[in-house]
């Protein structure tokens, strides 16, 4: 199944949301339309930050009932699967460059009826992860550096959405290409031309200055119609 037969879902990422009023940033978030949420593990190891765990996962699963994405960012995925997976974790998405036998991460996450993911970082070649493709239901690409939400979008992520879409396409499958990091009104357009359908937004739903509401449904129009004149 290609690209164009896959909805775009539009991904807030509550790393940067207020977090003393997720209530109202996810529900904000939900009216505009959004279709996940997306929630980034950092363990102060694979990356210099440290964010959220089980606990908020769990609170935030109460508040939804959009799938949680859920972007593990630490060494050892296999330590905390299992209790992502129970606190309402929909997809446990593991860094490629991450410690572990990612072949078997994959299907524990499946067995723990959750859909496998692999995130791949900027500098990383797809090479890395072409032979577990076919096994996985997304694919995370980088287009920042993982670790620290709203830094600039990585030109060169474009060809490289457009290289892995056509390595999913391949599979046979129909599988999320999910862009991760610097997305904007103009950076989303061209992502999507390069087969992305799953956009992960956190700056861009909440900030701006505008409500959720209005970024989500700004940012739907960009990835429809090309970036604002």
Known sequence: MSHGEKSVVLAPSLLSADFADLSSAIQAAEEGGAGAFHLDVMDGHFVPNISFGPALVKAVRRRTSLPLDIHLMISEPEKYLGEFAKVGGATLAMHIESQ???????????????????????????????????????????????????????????????????????????IDLSIDGGITLETAPSAARSGANFFVCGNSVYGNGKSPQDNLGELRRAIAQGPPR
């Not at 995130?119 to 287009?143: F, H, K, N, W």
């Not at 550096?145 to 892995?164: N, R």
């Not at 879409?165 to 391949?170: A, E, F, T, Y």
């Open 100 to 174: 572990g036998d990612h072949r078997k991460l994959i299907t524990e996450a499946r067995r723990l009826n959750a859909r496998p993911g692999i995130a791949i970082s900027p500098d990383t070649p797809l090479s890395r992860v072409e032979s577990l493709l076919p096994e996985i239901d997304e694919l995370i690409v980088m287009g920042v550096y993982p670790g620290f939400s709203g830094q600039k979008y990585i030109p060169s992520t474009t060809d490289k959405l457009a290289a892995a879409r056509k390595l999913l396409d391949r599979t046979g499958r129909s």
